[in-house]
């Protein structure tokens, strides 16, 4: 079905086939992912209509770091950036690309 709704979408766009691809790049590698889970609504079972992903302009912006300053909360589409350290005015804010859980994984 979904895969259906893309292709649909793309007839009405007049863009190359390169043009596409292209911009299919470019939300594939700036989307970030909003995912609501029971633990923040205190509430058990799954919220798929509270997840998904999309292309937020300011967001994209941050860079990557296995070690970031920032950390990521969502509740369905309303997502908030918090610092979780104490930063010096003026310093980069980074995220991380990557799960948590994976920043925590033996290498």
């Not at 590698?29 to 998904?52: D, I, K, R, V």
Request: aromatic share 8%; proline share 3%.
């Amino acid at each position: 079905a979904m895969e259906d709704a893309v292709a649909s979408s793309w007839k009405q766009i007049d863009l190359s086939e390169s043009a596409k691809r292209r911009l299919q790049d470019v939300v594939r590698l700036n989307s970030l992912g909003f995912y609501t889970n029971s633990e923040q609504l205190c509430h058990h079972g799954n919220f798929l209509p509270l997840t998904g992903s999309g292309v937020f302009a300011a967001a994209s912006g941050f860079n990557h770091s296995c070690e970031p300053s920032v950390q990521r909360f969502s509740i369905g589409d309303l997502t908030a950036f918090v610092t979780n350290q104490k930063l010096e005015a003026g310093t980069e804010l980074h995220i991380t690309y990557i799960e948590s859980e994976m920043l925590r994984a033996p290498k």
